[in-house]
């Protein structure tokens, strides 16, 4: 679709990956949230659910 290899972009995402988890480890400490929101990692969580429930 991009015209680039997917090894490629698939480092690329690892590495942008690695870098946002250093900069969360790193700036996000000691917050006073009252909420948090998790909807994409939910929907994720509930796909990988569902189908361990209905195998295909």
Known sequence: MTGVNQNTIMSLGKRIGKACEKIMDEKMRSLSCSKIQM??????????????????
Do not use: A, H, S, Y
């Open 39 to 56: 909807d994409e990692i939910w929907g994720f969580v509930g796909k990988k659910q569902r189908n361990l429930e209905n195998p295909r």
